[in-house]
């Protein structure tokens, strides 16, 4: 594959296959990293919604930063990696108080400010001004190893640094926003992973992946992420229309956020602690929810209780009636059980 026709058949192809999303038609950096941090670890369909109720709710940057940080974690609800939405709400308020809400101009002024890596400084700067710098995330990574025969590791700091090399030099001068939109759409509809369009692909018959049948093994990512299995038992304590949660605080993916009462155990077996044993024999028990993290297999079940109006609460827990636990941020987990009990 030479260097110098890859663009051009990239951005040919892009030309007819773009998709329309509304924070490619903007420059305005604040809705570009915006759209860039939802879209993490998010598909481009889930993200959607979530990209419009955030841009609505917080028009710049400074609304944002302004924002108590429990309204921020009740918009992203849902969308999970709640440590985004809190580095999200971090760095809002670092342009706010720091650059006057004005993000840096430039890659290199960017990948200085805390809250934002060079992927996303890269995609800033590529599509707000124009500048030629590469980004390089899962879908690169994919597309380079595959059409140019790359083995290295992508779990390697070597392999960081080899493809943002060869993705620098394949980059055009003057379209580098659309060449970054290009790669980045082409990897995620067509070099996808698994059964890749490669019929139909604009670089067969240059493409070693493809020459030497090893699109299911590139690109290369040895080090995998070993899962943990957690089983929790969850007291739900009801009084009439009211629910007893508590908050989570400290060092928590889940930080911020509202559950129940929590009991974990080391096997699926087992009930939750503390729970007087006749309100314990007279608990409804859920089916098990499963909930997949991506380093942790949880296995939850619900043990619901009916309690009188006058029981006196843990210290942690809180009675909150059904319309305010609308307005509380809470885990899927959470989301789940009461959809399916409640109807929330």
């Known amino acids: 594959m030479r260097l110098e026709s890859f663009a051009p058949r990239l951005l040919h192809w892009y030309d007819e296959h773009r998709r329309d999303l509304p924070w490619r038609s903007t420059t305005d950096p604040y809705r570009i990293w915006l759209s860039e941090i939802i879209l993490q670890q998010t598909r481009v369909a889930q993200g959607m919604p979530y990209y419009l109720k955030f841009t609505e709710t917080f028009p710049t940057v400074t609304d944002l930063a302004a924002a108590d940080e429990r309204d921020v974690l009740r918009l992203w609800q849902g969308l999970g990696y709640y440590s985004r939405a809190r580095n999200l709400h971090a760095t809002a308020r670092i342009v706010a108080d720091e650059y006057g809400g004005a993000f840096p101009d430039s890659y290199a002024k960017l990948v200085q ?73 082409f990897g995620a509809t067509q070099c996808v992973p698994v059964s890749p369009v490669c019929l139909f692909c604009p670089f067969a018959g240059d493409c070693e992946a493809q020459a030497t049948g090893r699109q299911a093994e590139l690109p290369v990512k040895e080090k995998k992420t ?17 629910l007893a949660l508590k908050e989570r605080t400290g060092r928590d993916i889940w930080s911020g956020m509202y559950d129940f009462w929590l009991t974990e155990t080391d096997t699926p077996g087992g009930k939750p602690a503390g729970l007087p044993a006749d309100l314990a024999a007279r608990a409804e028990v859920s089916p098990v929810f499963t909930h997949i993290l991506s380093h942790q297999k949880i296995q939850a079940v619900f043990h619901t209780v009916e309690v009188p109006v006058d029981f006196l609460l843990p210290e942690q827990l809180k009675w909150y009636t059904f319309e305010e636990l609308e307005d509380l941020p809470k885990p899927v987990l959470i989301l789940k059980y009461l959809k399916g009990r409640y109807q929330f």
């Open 113 to 185: 400010l805390k809250g934002i890596g060079p992927y996303t400084a890269a995609a800033i700067a590529s599509f707000a001004w124009k500048e030629k710098v590469a980004v390089v995330d899962g879908n690169v990574f994919r597309v380079l190893s595959r059409i140019f025969g790359i083995a290295t590791d992508i779990a390697t700091p070597a392999a960081k640094k080899e493809f943002t090399e060869l993705a620098n030099r394949l980059i055009p001068a003057d379209h580098p926003d659309l060449f970054n939109h290009a790669i980045m759409d």
């Open 226 to 242: 070993k899962v943990r299995d957690r089983f929790f038992h969850y007291t739900v304590l009801q009084s009439g229309t009211r």
